[in-house]
């Protein structure tokens, strides 16, 4: 990797929403090109700050198997943004991409109209027992996926 480039994918990781909204503003080959040249986990940080139809003319231009990949980093409900400006036939074949326990939680985001509270919602989040202690909670979420750890939410019953 030239200097250059891991200029920009210090950037990109370093300011992964200024580095979005630049991406936006280039045309589609290009924004395509500087993803391309970075980890699938900087790719994906600066996609999820990407506007959803921005980030899926990118994705047009992937093959399905690397479109897949770069959304199963992104949390669900942002990944489903994408999915949804995509054409149906390449949509079909980023979800057959898909590994199945995201598949499951993508189809289900889909299947709920835009207007609907269910099309928003994270479905896969950690939730533990009401008897668990700070410590247990503490160890389950760092056993837990990366994607659980962004986002915490405490209920009381």
């Not at 999915?83 to 939680?105: C, K």
């Not at 896969?124 to 700070?134: E, N, Y």
């Amino acid at each position: 990797m030239s200097g250059r480039e891991e200029l920009a994918a210090a950037y990109l990781r370093l300011h992964p929403e200024s580095a979005a909204r630049l991406l936006e503003s280039m045309p589609v080959e290009q924004a395509n090109a500087v993803l391309n040249a970075v980890d699938v986990a900087t790719a994906a940080l600066v996609v999820g700050y990407m506007l959803p139809t921005c980030a899926a003319r990118c994705m047009e231009r992937q093959p399905p198997a690397d479109a897949a990949l770069l959304l199963e980093r992104l949390g669900s409900t942002e990944a489903v943004a994408v999915l949804r400006h995509l054409p149906s036939e390449l949509r079909d074949a980023v979800l057959n991409a898909l590994g199945p326990q995201w598949l499951m939680a993508f189809k289900l985001l889909l299947s709920y109209p835009t207007n609907a509270v269910g099309a928003w919602v994270e479905p896969r989040v950690l939730t533990l027992p009401d008897d668990c202690t700070a410590g247990e909670a503490r160890d389950r979420i760092a056993r837990g996926s990366s994607q659980a750890q962004a986002r915490i939410y405490v209920l009381n019953r």
